[in-house]
């Protein structure tokens, strides 16, 4: 049955539950590898244009729409519409991205768990530069191996959600979150020590537009919604457990500058780790892998510099995690399902659709559609397209249905500037930038660069 709706106990600890949602392997993992395989600055550049115009904006109507209907992401439509309203679709879409995403997102989530093993064991720190570098590779050779770290992943996002948001997640936010920044300023002031820094630096943040190809675009459109956790209703049930009058305005700035910031932060250092070593910026997926533990091999105290980040990455990743089960398991508690029942019984859906993401690396290596594996089709089609297109309908459902009514609730006093802005993003700007990256990749052949 159906109880009152809980709520985060205040303002602050709803930004750090939105920012342990947003924070995640986006930000550690993917945001450094997609910025090295599109070559670096250009990719950057349209990715934080991206978050500025298109991402805050959005952040705030599915704040705006989760905490003024109190509902999950489907019923929140209907809430704010009329009974059975068509933009429900963009929920239902929601919760097939929400599925697609967690299942490849807990076998990195399983990586990094290996890691940590490997960290704990010793074997991380007391190997040649490489045999660090090998480590994943032998990971993938693995199925056994990397099936266990997925289960173990699994599990661990269904134990917090078993217990409440409240009890389980925002009390984990309030400690990880904050010593994840601390770490990772530390692991930077060791980069700007190495020789590659500057080089780092150069290639994140001087544009060369010709490395940038079409489908590195919409990547980075793709991204700033990933890495934000937009366009599937996360942020809207995240939102819908907010009290209804809360300022949503400020709190959408802070999780985006947070998010941001933290991006940036990872992709220095492990391209000061990659030009100080001669390491190969356009690796792919095993960058991150491949390259910190070689700078945790340079510092004092090599050990538990590699225990803790692997176990605040694994946390990070963790509580992303959870905010993607919980678009789920809010809306199928919502329909009247007990919370325990919900989140078994897709946990367990997810779980096994996530076999077939950890097998992608050996048994199914060569079990490909248009040369791609599951793990690379659940990542593509939602990142690339669901997201986007996701948030494309969010923006127009808020900017034009919603907005101005909703001005003085989304910035409390809301000044000229201000709401001028998040209408113009709102109605023309974000769906405009979104359909017309949509299109010139759609024209320029679907699945290819
Ligand atoms: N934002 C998370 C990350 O960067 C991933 C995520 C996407 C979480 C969508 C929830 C919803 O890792």
């Given at each position: 049955?159906?109880?009152?709706?809980?709520?985060?106990?205040?303002?602050?600890?709803?930004?750090?539950?939105?920012?342990?949602?947003?924070?995640?392997?986006?930000?550690?993992?993917?945001?450094?590898?997609?910025?090295?395989?599109?070559?670096?600055?250009?990719?950057?550049?349209?990715?934080?244009?991206c978050?500025?115009?298109?991402?805050?904006?959005?952040?705030?109507?599915?704040?705006?729409?989760?905490?003024?209907?109190?509902?999950?992401?489907?019923?929140?439509?209907?809430?704010?519409?009329?009974?059975?309203?068509p933009?429900?679709?963009?929920?239902?879409?929601?919760?097939?991205?929400?599925?697609?995403?967690?299942?490849f997102?807990?076998?990195?989530?399983?990586?990094?768990?290996?890691?940590?093993?490997?960290?704990?064991?010793?074997?991380?720190?007391?190997?040649?530069?490489?045999?660090?570098?090998?480590?994943?590779?032998?990971?993938?050779?693995?199925?056994?191996?990397?099936?266990?770290?997925?289960?173990v992943f699994?599990?661990?996002?269904?134990?917090?959600?078993?217990?409440?948001?409240?009890?389980?997640?925002?009390?984990?936010?309030?400690?990880?979150?904050?010593?994840?920044?601390?770490?990772?300023?530390?692991?930077?002031?060791?980069?700007?020590?190495l020789?590659?820094?500057?080089?780092?630096?150069?290639?994140?943040?001087?544009?060369?537009?010709?490395?940038?190809?079409?489908?590195?675009?919409?990547?980075?459109?793709?991204?700033?919604?990933?890495?934000?956790?937009?366009?599937?209703?996360?942020?809207?049930?995240?939102?819908?457990?907010l009290?209804?009058?809360?300022k949503?305005?400020?709190i959408?700035?802070?999780?985006?500058?947070?998010?941001?910031?933290?991006?940036?932060?990872?992709?220095?250092?492990?391209?000061?780790?990659?030009?100080?070593?001669?390491?190969?910026?356009?690796q792919?997926?095993?960058?991150?892998?491949?390259?910190?533990?070689?700078?945790?091999?340079?510092?004092?105290?090599?050990?538990?510099?590699?225990?803790?980040?692997?176990?605040?990455?694994?946390?990070?990743?963790?509580?992303?995690?959870?905010?993607?089960?919980?678009?789920?398991?809010?809306?199928?508690?919502?329909?009247?399902?007990?919370?325990?029942?919900?989140?078994?019984?897709?946990?367990?859906?997810?779980?096994?659709?996530?076999?077939?993401?950890?097998?992608?690396?050996?048994?199914?290596?060569?079990?490909?559609?248009?040369?791609?594996?599951?793990?690379?089709?659940?990542?593509?089609?939602?990142?690339?397209?669901?997201?986007?297109?996701?948030?494309?309908?969010?923006?127009?459902?808020?900017?034009?249905?919603?907005?101005?009514?909703?001005?003085?609730?989304?910035?409390?006093?809301?000044?000229?500037?201000?709401?001028?802005?998040?209408?113009?993003?709102?109605?023309?700007?974000?769906?405009?930038?979104?359909?017309?990256?949509?299109?010139?990749?759609?024209?320029?052949?679907?699945f290819?660069?």
């Amino acid at each position: 049955m159906m109880g009152e709706r809980v709520h985060w106990s205040g303002r602050m600890a709803f930004i750090l539950a939105a920012s342990g949602s947003a924070i995640g392997l986006g930000n550690l993992w993917k945001f450094p590898y997609i910025a090295g395989t599109n070559g670096g600055g250009a990719f950057v550049l349209v990715y934080l244009l991206c978050i500025a115009a298109v991402g805050v904006p959005i952040f705030m109507a599915e704040l705006f729409i989760g905490s003024q209907s109190q509902k999950n992401a489907v019923e929140a439509f209907s809430e704010l519409d009329r009974p059975r309203s068509p933009w429900r679709v963009i929920g239902w879409l929601g919760l097939v991205s929400a599925v697609l995403i967690l299942s490849f997102y807990s076998v990195v989530g399983g990586w990094v768990l290996d890691f940590e093993w490997l960290a704990l064991s010793g074997q991380l720190t007391s190997s040649s530069e490489e045999q660090v570098q090998a480590f994943l590779g032998g990971l993938f050779a693995s199925p056994s191996r990397i099936l266990f770290w997925h289960s173990v992943f699994m599990l661990l996002v269904v134990g917090i959600a078993w217990g409440g948001v409240r009890k389980g997640l925002e009390r984990w936010n309030n400690i990880l979150m904050p010593t994840l920044v601390a770490l990772l300023v530390v692991l930077l002031v060791y980069a700007t020590r190495l020789d590659g820094f500057s080089e780092s630096i150069s290639f994140l943040f001087s544009f060369d537009f010709s490395a940038l190809s079409r489908a590195g675009l919409l990547e980075a459109v793709g991204h700033s919604f990933f890495t934000l956790s937009l366009g599937m209703g996360a942020i809207i049930t995240y939102g819908s457990y907010l009290q209804k009058q809360s300022k949503i305005g400020r709190i959408a700035l802070s999780v985006a500058f947070l998010d941001t910031l933290i991006a940036l932060i990872a992709g220095i250092i492990i391209f000061s780790i990659v030009f100080s070593f001669g390491a190969e910026p356009g690796q792919g997926p095993t960058l991150m892998f491949q390259t910190l533990p070689l700078l945790f091999l340079q510092m004092p105290g090599a050990q538990f510099v590699a225990i803790a980040f692997f176990l605040l990455v694994a946390v990070a990743a963790l509580t992303s995690a959870v905010s993607l089960l919980e678009v789920i398991v809010a809306y199928w508690e919502d329909r009247g399902h007990s919370r325990k029942r919900s989140v078994l019984l897709w946990g367990g859906v997810i779980y096994l659709m996530g076999i077939l993401a950890a097998f992608s690396f050996n048994l199914l290596a060569d079990f490909k559609l248009f040369g791609k594996t599951y793990f690379d089709w659940a990542d593509l089609l939602t990142s690339s397209y669901f997201l986007p297109i996701g948030g494309l309908l969010i923006a127009i459902f808020f900017g034009w249905k919603l907005l101005p009514a909703g001005l003085s609730i989304v910035f409390g006093e809301a000044s000229r500037w201000n709401s001028g802005l998040l209408l113009w993003t709102t109605r023309i700007i974000a769906p405009l930038a979104v359909l017309l990256v949509l299109l010139w990749k759609v024209f320029g052949g679907l699945f290819s660069a």
